[in-house]
Every structure is written in structure tokens, then in C-alpha cells.
């Protein structure tokens, strides 16, 4: 019975602080699926990094936030799945420094992928309701300084849930062999409220706005009566290509939206034998937004398209390519 008994624990030599195995660990289908998505995820993205990098016509402001989109989605493919995996289907033997480094990144790197989503509906926002004045208010500069400050505040808001880790005594952790995170209800309303709610309200709030300045302006061009008028109009309108980038970044923030929620309701919803059947594949569907984004990029921006093809060929190697026409 010993025997048994030291087979279903992490580290038999130390039966009285070692953790249990998972008692019930994904199905190997699930677990490869999660590794294919990590592995599709970590070459799309990759691909957006270099070509938003690598092309000097691509430098735009919005395409500056999509690059930091691309590097949070990068790293969610490359660090949080594997990491996920690891702690749904085997004992952590990591170490204590990884688990508190992976509960950080666990925190920082999706709240940093919201934090680009609000900027880019703040981005559009601009564009199509304020055109006239998109030029000066929105730089290449002044879009840097946003992504550096959201990704510091995301490191900030991360550390709140890792503060305590150095500290604990061995008498705060039940066992050993386990990667958890032992936060109360409050934390947990907390993180729900920073990291979803409000951005989410923020997100609706301006592609509604957005929606409604979109459609009086097409109403408008409609118009015979107004035919001439627009074009000696002293309102300015958003042009056509800016209220098509605003419908195609529309596209990924309802695809984000629609990958986020269910995560967010199941982590609610006390555990039962039915929330932990679907819980994994919520999970999946949640890291697939970020799979998903370079797919949205590929079928909506022709400039994508046009770089994979160059970097795939290697023709982003020969001199003078960064110059190349990419519109």
C-alpha cells in the first residue's frame, strides 16, 4: 500500500510535504492541441513582429500597436501554453523562482494584450471622430510612450499578485510539486474588474461611438443632395481606407471579445463535475485569440500578405528591402 501510495506522489522521498500527481490530467487530444496552437501562434506572431519591424512603410502608429499586440500574443504562445500544460498534466518540478516567474508573466502578458486592444479602439476612435486632427494627436512618439506605459503598468499590476511568493514560509505552501495561485475572492474580483470589465465597457463604449460616426458619414456620401457638398465641406470626414482599418480592427476586437468572456463567466462559476469537463477547453478557446490575430491579419490587411510572401522567400534579405512598397 506504501508502494501505491509513493507512486501517486511528486517526490516519494519526502512523503509528508510532497504534492499529489493530477489525479485527473487532460487527454493527450487536448494537450496536443494545445501544443499545436502554441506552435501555430509562435509563427504567425513572429511573422507580424518581423514585418511590422523589418518594413519602414509599415512604421505607422497603428501598426505599432498591433506590433505589441503581435509580441504579447508571441509570448502567450510561446511561454504561457507549454507552462499551462506542464501544470495540468504533471507534477511542477520547476522550482519555486519559475512558478512565481510564470504566475507573473500569467498576469502581465494578457492584461498587457487588453491594454493594446483599448488603445487601438482609442486609435480609431480618433481616426474616424476625429479626423482633422489624427495627424498631430496620434504620432509615432506619443503611441511608443502608450505601449511602454501599458506594458509597465501591466508589470506593476502583475507584482501585486506575486508579492507575497519570496515571503512564504513553509508553512504556507501546502506541498510540493504544484505551481498554484492562492488568492482570495477579493484579488479575484479585483483582476476581474482591472482586466475585464472596465476595458471591455471602455472597448463597447467606443466602437459604438465609432459605429455611429461611421454610419452618418456613409449615410452622408450617399446622399445626392449632399454630393457636392462633401467635397467642399469644412466638417471633415474620415476617409474610406480609415473607416475600412476601423472594421477590420472591429473584426478583432469582437473575435477577442468572443474568446475572453467564457473564460472570465467560468472563472465565476464554483467548480463542479461540469466547469471542470469544459473548463480546458475554455482555455483553449482563450489562449486562441492569440492564434487568431495573425489569421485576421492575413484575410484583412493585403500588406500582410505581401510581407509573408517577401520574408518566406528570403527577399527581405537582399539590400534596401525594408524600403519596399508594402501599400
Request: with cysteine; hydrophobic share 50%; net charge positive.
Amino acid at each position: 500500500m506504501e508502494v501505491e501510495d509513493g507512486a501517486q506522489l511528486c517526490f516519494p522521498q519526502f512523503p509528508n510535504t510532497s504534492c499529489r500527481k493530477p489525479l485527473s490530467p487532460w487527454p493527450q487530444t487536448v494537450t496536443n492541441v494545445f501544443y499545436s496552437i502554441s506552435l501555430i501562434t509562435v509563427t504567425l506572431n513572429l511573422l507580424i513582429i518581423i514585418s511590422i519591424s523589418h518594413f519602414r512603410q509599415l512604421h505607422t502608429p497603428t501598426n505599432i500597436l498591433l506590433l505589441s499586440l503581435a509580441v504579447s500574443d508571441l509570448l502567450v504562445g510561446l511561454v504561457l501554453m507549454p507552462a499551462e500544460v506542464l501544470r495540468k498534466t504533471s507534477c511542477w518540478f520547476l522550482g519555486d523562482f519559475v512558478c512565481a516567474t510564470y504566475t507573473l508573466l500569467s498576469f502581465n502578458i494578457p492584461s498587457a494584450s487588453i491594454g493594446d486592444i483599448v488603445l487601438i479602439s482609442v486609435d480609431r476612435y480618433v481616426a474616424i471622430c476625429d479626423p482633422l486632427h489624427y495627424t498631430t494627436k496620434v504620432t509615432a512618439r506619443r503611441v511608443k510612450f502608450c505601449v511602454c506605459l501599458c506594458w509597465l503598468c501591466s508589470v506593476s499590476y502583475s507584482l501585486h499578485f506575486v508579492k507575497d511568493l519570496p515571503t512564504q514560509t513553509d508553512i504556507d505552501q501546502f506541498c510540493y510539486g504544484e505551481c498554484l495561485l492562492n488568492t482570495d475572492s477579493i484579488s479575484v474580483f479585483f483582476d476581474l474588474l482591472v482586466t475585464f470589465i472596465v476595458p471591455v465597457t471602455v472597448i463597447i463604449a467606443l466602437y459604438l461611438r465609432i459605429f455611429a460616426v461611421a454610419v452618418s458619414q456613409a449615410r452622408a456620401m450617399r446622399s445626392h443632395i449632399t454630393a457636392v457638398t462633401l467635397q467642399h465641406s469644412v466638417t471633415p470626414k474620415a476617409k474610406k481606407s480609415e473607416l475600412k482599418a476601423a472594421r477590420n480592427l472591429g473584426v478583432l476586437v469582437l473575435v477577442f471579445l468572443m474568446c475572453f468572456c467564457p473564460y472570465y463567466v467560468v472563472t465565476w462559476v464554483d467548480d463542479n463535475s461540469k466547469t471542470a469537463l469544459i473548463k480546458p477547453f475554455i482555455l483553449i478557446l482563450y489562449f486562441l485569440n492569440s492564434c487568431l490575430n495573425p489569421v485576421i491579419y492575413a484575410f484583412l490587411y493585403p500588406w500582410f500578405r505581401k510581407a509573408v510572401k517577401l520574408i518566406v522567400t528570403l527577399q527581405i534579405l537582399q539590400p534596401g528591402s525594408s524600403e519596399t512598397n508594402m501599400l
